[in-house]
């Protein structure tokens, strides 16, 4: 089992950047496919990003591909995500999640473990 705790969310105007953090409990982390998915108010939660577990391997859903990087530290069991470019529509509660297993998953039924989310709002 992983607990995640995220940080980093806040206000921020059109354009600039954020960094999340994603700091997992437990000796595991690196063997976990680990994503960020977020949800705005009123609409499903969505896919963002998401990294394999050992060889880098990253995926980005395309409203956030050349935006958004995703990496992780399985030397400090953290990951990442660094947001720039950022845009009204990004505002959301941005949530971490982990997978047990080996295939990435860009939808959210498939994550076993989740953080409590961190609120990110863009304003325009």
């Known amino acids: 089992q992983v607990q995640l705790v995220e940080s980093g969310g806040g206000l921020v105007p059109a354009g600039g950047s954020l960094r999340l953090s994603c700091a997992a409990s437990?000796?595991?982390?690196?063997?976990?496919?680990m994503g960020w998915f977020r949800q705005a108010p009123g609409k499903e939660r969505e896919f963002v990003a998401a990294?394999?577990?050992?060889?880098?391997?990253?995926y980005y859903a395309d409203s956030v591909k050349g935006r958004f990087t995703i990496s992780r530290d399985n030397a400090k069991n953290t990951l990442y995500l660094q947001m720039s470019g950022l845009k009204p529509e990004d505002t959301a509660v941005y949530y971490c999640?982990?997978?047990?297993?080996?295939?990435?998953?860009?939808?959210?039924?498939?994550?076993?473990?989740w953080g409590q989310g961190t609120q990110v709002t863009v304003s325009s």
């Open positions: 437990g000796r595991t982390f690196s063997s976990y496919v």
């Open positions: 990294i394999s577990r050992s060889d880098g391997s990253t």
């Open positions: 999640a982990a997978l047990r297993g080996l295939v990435v998953y860009t939808t959210a039924r498939r994550y076993d473990y």
